[in-house]
């Protein structure tokens, strides 16, 4: 990864349009959208500064469409996206975690050629203790016209995605995407109210020696999850174990620790919950798309989860996400776990 000095500064929109005019037959279209994402995180990043002091602490009492407690900062972030993409023509829909059906935008008229998928509020459960959290987003091209005639085009693997990335508010604001040319970061310099460049081509190690995993849950996973996190503890100074573990409740901010510093990001699933937590189009694959574009992989233990046909918007799938290596080992103990 290079580390760039803050200043001489490339804010995003000019690294956007110079990117864009690097690729043949680029028409603008992706510029505005990845700027309309871009006001959106400003928006969530300016609303948690003061949340403590607002009315968005707090569950709203509900549960969403996968059945877990919405909090009202789920719903103040997803509103920001859906307001921010309101008034343009090129998205014509939205899928969001919050949101049961896609949200088609009337002023598009069913004419815009692309689709965002979001999780607007990733790590919910860190909201009322300040602590990290992020958004996702995925955006697909759609075929044809453009106007979703049913969901099932929506449904396109994460291998097609056109871009994808995520915020991170942490101790600063970070923008990390990906279109297809490798990873770029941007941090978010609040009085200026735009990000620039902090990172350019980022690579992730081809392993680590830390892994993400939440640990309550050892009971549930099956013996080849089990066998695999009790290798990660074994000493063995040839590999470097045992692993350091480190779990913030926030997948994004422990993908992007991943992401810098080498080793694996896992949510298994369960013996009674083999399709495991995390939501496939709007989390594992986005994450997975930026973190091959930066040399790692991401497997739900079988199979790359971008090579999976999605089989509803808000399925869910296991996944063992980070280090080539890491993720390797992992897909070792569990496809060996399946034959047996
Ligand atoms: P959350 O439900 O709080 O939004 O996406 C789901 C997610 O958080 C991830 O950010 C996080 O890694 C994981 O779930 C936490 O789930 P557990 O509490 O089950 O570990």
């Known amino acids: 990864m290079d580390h760039l000095p803050m200043t001489p500064c490339l804010s995003l929109s000019s690294h956007i349009y110079r990117e864009q005019a690097s690729i043949a037959g680029a028409n603008g279209e992706f510029s505005l959208i ?23 602490m707090g569950s709203t009492g509900s549960v969403n469409v996968q059945g877990e407690e919405v909090q009202k900062f789920d719903e103040r972030a997803n509103r920001i996206f859906l307001e921010v993409f309101e008034h343009q023509v090129l998205v014509s829909t939205l899928v969001s975690e919050e949101m049961e059906k896609p949200y088609l935008i009337k002023a598009a008229d069913g004419k815009g050629k692309y689709a965002v998928f979001l999780d607007p509020m990733d790590g919910s459960s860190n909201i009322d203790v300040n602590a990290s959290l992020g958004s996702i987003f995925s955006i697909h091209r759609l075929p044809g ?22 915020f991170l508010y942490g101790s600063s604001v970070l923008l990390v995407y990906t279109c297809g040319h490798g990873v770029q970061q941007f941090t978010l310099d609040q009085d200026a109210g735009e ?34 996190i009790h290798y990660l503890q074994e000493f063995d100074s040839r590999t470097g174990r045992p692993y350091s573990s480190r779990y913030s409740g926030c997948f994004v ?88």
């Open 195 to 228: 990000f620039f460049l902090s990172a350019n081509n980022i690579q992730i190690p081809t392993h680590g020696n830390i892994y993400s995993v939440n640990e309550g849950n050892h009971q549930k996973w099956s013996s080849g999850t089990r066998k695999f």
């Open 253 to 340: 901010a422990d993908v992007h620790r991943v992401l810098c510093k080498g080793g694996l990001y896992m949510y298994p699933g369960e013996q009674k919950k083999p399709e495991g937590k995390l939501r496939l189009m709007y989390e594992a694959a986005p994450l997975t798309f930026l973190i091959e574009q930066a040399g790692g992989l991401g497997s739900t233990g079988v199979e790359r989860v971008n090579q999976l046909t999605p089989q509803a918007l808000h399925q869910r799938v296991p996944l063992y996400i980070g280090s080539p290596d890491d993720v390797i080992k992992a897909e070792e103990f569990l496809q060996s776990e399946s034959t047996t």
């Open 34 to 56: 990845m700027m309309r994402i871009a006001l959106g995180g400003k928006l969530i990043a300016r609303d948690l500064r003061s949340a403590g002091l607002s009315q968005f």
């Open 145 to 166: 016209e453009g106007f979703p005639a049913s969901e099932e085009v929506l449904r396109k693997k994460g291998c097609d995605q056109v871009a994808a990335g995520y």
